[in-house]
């Protein structure tokens, strides 16, 4: 038998091949990763690879169904450049391989000899040896058969078939990635054959207007007539609303979606779902389910195409959730041997320490400080927030939009206390000294800031400000953000303790959220936020949590990933921790 | 170590066995099949078996946690019994394991050091790795768990927990066997505990009142404004209204069922579905599914528990329905290596030939005469119809129920044309001689029951009538009979030659249904409805498709036999087959 020589490029290997076999047999035979979605029988037409022969000629095949018959270059990089999406913020590739997929196939036509039910002929055309489907489906299925000559593209997921559409659509399949945080729900909206993210839209959680917080969420859910209904209706169609929106935005429509990924804390997870939250609120703290929930859309009234689904990622703990899993993915925690630590603050500060061999977890009650809220002059990082202050010979501070100063934001109360720590205003105990009190000689300097308001000592930032009234902050202030420091640095000191670790161990501080990504890594070390040994470990990675739904509405790989990673994390309850209170009495100091 | 003597009974088997092995590792390693249906953690309670101890002291212990600390008997008897059902008709001894079970399990209350989420908790108990359950499950799974202090019962189907009830429900578990026949309904109400048969209903197709056969009901289902609707609603309804009868009768409520098996032709399997039967009634005849399909009873609007499923058999071609893989299933036509021959007679003649090696099916359209149908004075085989008849020196005939006679159903009239052969009234052609060219001496005994009608002959089987009208058979009932029998003799000759055997190789002849349990066997062979040498191997096997219902219902290894078999089972389209025209006009002479 003749043999011939086989490059492939660009993974540049040359292999001996014997004539007439396949290249899908060739890629097989020598570890080339490549997909065959029909089985490899011709039909789907997604196997394209270039062929460049001996005289230079170039030639576009099926690699399922051509065969050797002489030296030839084969060039694969379409195929791959297709398939690699470069992840911004965590700086990740992935290969594009959706969950939920199109396939389209031309089936034969039933005769008298080739009498295949429909569904047989289907599934079989489909390359699947135990296909599975809906009711649903089998009742249309002979009217969309012969409606299109037996011509379709099928949606599928794994083995099992969701929907026929007639003729090619396999061009038409988007997903939308959902972040549902407390107060702000963002919808990525991704084209799924290239990886691409269309565009993204975003929104005030309207549960808002029934709490703040994930407590009082639950407590009207278990308080309120139809409280869990409300509230899981309010989000639901919220979420069609951005689904719209993002459509209308780049010219598609809602039904051109096929699925959705969702992340979220455990209470956004539960009401999403229409899961009662109460228990989650109460003491030992159990969600309803951690694992992961794939729904069918139209069981939750979300108005994608009929066919479509919805991944929920799995949760970890009671307040350790799906958007934990999410950035846990995006960050890629379960990789490599250096010790690493991840923090996502908001209300809650959820941490998680370790590496691929061993990851712990645990939920810190940072309470809202980080994010504005209970600090006088507290607003979120919008446009009139002080995002940054700087306190030296000068005093400088940056205004989100650069107008007048309406309040301040978590970055930039982080910087001032820092600032206040370092020319001695405030002492190691949090307290805000008097301007008589003050011995630093820059801190003299601010003298004139401080003013007694009610009987308390306040720090002045700006009188001349977008609202009349000064933006300041008080002694109340400083203790609100004691307790949210204490309570994660209390946390780090715990997981450490658990690993058996010290804090020079740790190779990197990956910090995910708005607050995260835009705080002073210098000013959270100062306040004892972070250990001062990591300043120059810290590492902003954006919105991971989002970034892990997109990733693994992107990726069938990685949603199973997120499923491992939640199985994986070793969840630690602060409160069954007896050291806890002595070691967050000892984490308030600054 | 030590080790003891067990004698394992009535298995009979005597073991030495190693100090403080559990019983249930004992069976393990010495082939005793027994169930552990909680993964042997002590929570379900259903491995119980007696213990004999060396003083003679019996005790009853669960296998799963029962150390072996000296000599003693084990008696698995108990158990065994209970799971062995006699299957009457076929006699067969099945072991009841049905595809939906019940387990009682007393779950851990969550601690702070015990915080896994109610279904991680719930499904660990039921020892699953992977379970699977749906969103409604774990909707009301948080209050169902703690409303019953954590012990509940568990509705399952292999990993897939689909409800859970508070308390222990386990022993009511019922389940209906569904026979849809396109004239007839049979409901067999099982209790899935013990296997019996608690009771059986029948009542009416209501389909027939659009269309007497499958035809005609594809006909309304095209042609009628929501005609499919009507008659998909109408079969619904209808097993609705026999489980209500059914449950009633025995002192249990429809949600007492958790599960339903349905056998039926490919027709009334479509129409049950609301699967469009269009196709079936259309050369080259394609089902739209023959697979098997398990689908939620809510989904089709059986109102029987909220949670439960149906199963319906699997079908093999659009006129070789999940009633004859029902049938092969009774019949055990996968088993053995003797060649075997099934026929279901109805209006179809299914046939199914073979061995555990090959199996052939055929389907032919015999049309509704052994039914009665498009006879004269045809009724099915109801009280008041002729069932039995001999034409010796002495004219006698049995009339069902005992009365006078309303009219003839299929046996008696294959009996009356086999006995008028065998007195030379009828003609191998299938001629009815008028009395005057009668030559057999013990015909003409019969010539004064012979009389002319609209210009043809007829012959009086009874003057003295339940209606006032005679009871007689026409020349046009012969010929009607002729064409039936003539369909399924051709049949069986074809599936033969495909087989590559003669008619002497088949060992044994299955008649299945009520007209090939009640005919008589030198009747069928008489007229060459069955080859006349297998006269002596003929069998009725009584209504053998409800019989594998109610097996599959009983054993889910039954259920996947049935699967197994419509797949093993190879369908010879009889259109396709070139000779057919010719071998069919042999088969019409008698």
């Known amino acids: 038998m003749n043999k011939y020589k086989v490059k492939i490029i660009p993974e540049n290997i040359e292999v001996q091949v014997e004539e007439n076999k396949t290249l899908m047999e060739v890629f097989a035979e020598n570890g080339i990763e490549f997909d065959f979605p029909c089985g490899g029988v011709g039909k789907c037409k997604k196997c394209k690879v270039k062929i460049i022969g001996k005289d230079g000629a170039e030639e576009e095949v099926l690699a399922c169904s051509t065969k050797v018959k002489g030296d030839l270059i084969v060039d694969t990089s379409k195929k791959e450049q297709k398939h690699l999406i470069l992840i911004e913020g965590v700086s990740r590739q992935i290969k594009a391989n959706p969950s939920i997929k199109k396939v389209y196939v031309e089936l034969p036509n039933p005769t008298l000899e080739d009498h295949r039910s429909d569904w047989t002929r289907l599934k ?34 794994g083995d099992e078939v969701l929907g026929v559409e007639s003729g090619d659509t396999s061009d038409k399949l988007l997903g939308m990635a959902v972040d549902i945080g407390t107060t702000t729900i963002v919808g990525y909206l991704m084209d799924l054959n290239t990886g691409q993210e269309l ?17 009082t969420r639950i407590t009207f859910a278990s308080h309120e007539k139809d ?18 929106k993002a459509t209308k935005q780049v010219g598609y429509k809602p039904e051109d979606i096929y699925a959705l990924t969702i992340v979220g804390n455990t209470t956004m997870h539960h009401l999403f779902l229409k899961i009662h939250p109460e ?32 991944f929920v990622l799995p949760n970890i703990a009671g307040f350790v959730g799906a958007d934990t899993v999410g950035a846990a993915l995006a960050a890629e925690m379960d990789r490599g041997d250096k010790l690493r630590l991840l923090i996502d603050i908001g209300t809650n500060g959820e941490i998680v320490l370790g590496t691929a061999e061993r990851l712990l977890a645990c939920s810190t009650a940072a309470g809202p400080a980080f994010e504005g809220a209970r600090i006088t002059c507290g607003m979120r990082g919008a446009e009139g927030a002080i995002d940054h202050v700087y306190l030296g010979e000068e005093y400088k501070y940056t205004v989100i939009g650069g107008d007048l100063p309406r309040g301040i934001c978590g970055s930039g ?21 008097p301007p008589d009190q003050i011995t630093n000689e820059l801190g003299k300097k601010y003298r004139d800031r401080i003013v007694q308001q009610d009987g308390s000592w306040s720090f002045v930032l700006e009188e001349n400000t977008a609202t009349g009234q000064p933006v300041y902050i008080t002694q109340k202030d400083i203790r609100e953000l004691q307790l949210a420091k204490g309570a994660i640095a209390a946390g780090i000191e715990i997981l450490l303790e658990a690993y058996g670790a010290k804090v020079e161990d740790i190779s990197e501080v990956l910090l995910a959220g708005a607050f995260g990504n835009y705080l002073t ?6 306040i004892g936020l972070i250990p001062p040994e990591l300043e120059s470990k810290i590492k902003g990675i954006g919105n991971a949590a989002g970034v892990g739904a997109k990733i693994a509405l992107l990726s069938a790989e990685e949603y199973q990933r997120a499923v491992e990673l939640s199985q994986q994390i070793q969840y630690i309850e602060l409160c069954a921790v007896k050291e806890f209170p002595e070691v967050f009495a000892k984490k308030l100091k600054f």
């Open 413 to 433: 109360l982080l910087d001032v206390i820092a600032g206040l720590l370092e020319v001695g205003i405030i002492d190691r105990n949090g307290k805000l000294l």
């Open 227 to 244: 409280g869990l209904l409300k509230l899981h209706e309010e989000v639901i169609n919220e979420i069609n609303d951005l689904i719209v």
């Open 521 to 526: 890594p210098r000013s959270a070390c100062k």
């Open 199 to 215: 565009t993204h839209v975003s929104s005030l959680n309207p549960q808002t207007k029934y709490g703040a917080d994930v407590v």
């Open 279 to 310: 228990y989650v609120a109460k003491a030992p703290y159990v969600p309803v389910v951690k694992e992961p929930v794939i729904v069918d859309a139209k069981e939750l009234k979300i108005t994608i195409n009929e066919v479509g689904k919805v």
């Open 124 to 157: 079989e055309s489909l390359g699947y040896k135990d296909g599975r489907t809906s009711l649903g489906l089998l009742q249309e299925l002979p009217k969309k058969l012969r409606g299109s000559n037996f011509k379709i593209t099928a949606v599928v997921v």
